[in-house]
């Protein structure tokens, strides 16, 4: 496929909303942002946010949910996926864009062995031989901290602990050396010497094939050493973009300097304990007409509850939906 153009992945204006008995939900609110090849971007923010949906969405999963409606675009290499049909979409998906699914329980076939799930892949998108494709899942199913992974490829996924069936769909994820690789939560459920070590795998799939990689995740501190910009949701919206660590140093939106109040920083202990955000994210049925962090926002204002603060430039490069985000631009963290 010929493209050229300047990100790989174009999100504009993507917005999924469900029907359910509660009325409407919001789930993603109109985000747009781009990727460019080899870039690794974080997602973060709360629970319920959007981040999932938001990953679904562009790979396609979204739009076969019956109770579901996705508008906008999602240009991947400079076609709209959400205007191609499903059989051209499920070409991308597997080989150039690939997904660390949150739950890995339903994400393996429980009916086909782990060589047939980790040589598939390869084998159909890569035109790997079945020996050389077993080889390679041999050797990836190594390195995301299998023991024994010559034996164990025979087994099937019930015969796998939650953890270990979610470092086998990692080592799938990397197998056909993806342009793109969508990681929602890859390492939550595993304990730290291999989440480090699954981070670090990502880092070198990034270094070596020039993948790009969206970590998906509502842990500030997973995103802190691994990706070059993040990217905060609240709500279903982007409120905040920017280079992880102009972030870091300088949140520009209120919300996250909630959220990296509630961060232990081993660079820079800070006095008394952490405090997490007062208040809860508004319901996504309900969403309020003004800012959707305004109940819980301490320099809100009375246009803050009437108004949608727009996702605008604050310094060069860097983006904040905020009327007052002119507050915190330059200020220390508190
Ligand atoms: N099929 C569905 N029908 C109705 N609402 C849904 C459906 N799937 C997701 N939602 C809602 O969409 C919102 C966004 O969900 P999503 O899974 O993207 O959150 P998240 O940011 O990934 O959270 P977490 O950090 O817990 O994984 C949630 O409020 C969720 O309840
Ligand atoms: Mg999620």
Redesign the pocket.
Known sequence: MSWEGDNLLEVTDLAVT?A?QEGR?Q?VDGISFGIREGETVGLV?E????????ALAILGLVRM?S?STVTGKVEFMGRDLLALPEHEVRRVRGRDISMIF?DPVTSLNPVLSIERQTTEGMENHLGLSHSDAVKRAIELLEMVGIPKAAERIHDYPHQFSGGMRQRVMIAIALSCNPKLLLAD?PTTALDVTIQAQILRLMKQLSRDYGSAIVLIT?DLGVVAGMTERILVMYAGRIVESASAGELFAHPHHPYTVGLLRSVPRLDEPRKGSLQSIDGLPPD?AHLPDGCAFAARCELRTEQCRHERPPLAATTPGRLSACFHSDHLVGAPVA
Do not use: P
């Open positions: 469900f359910s939900v789930a923010g629970s319920g946010c959007g981040k999932s949906i938001s949910m109770n949150q939560e509502h996504l």
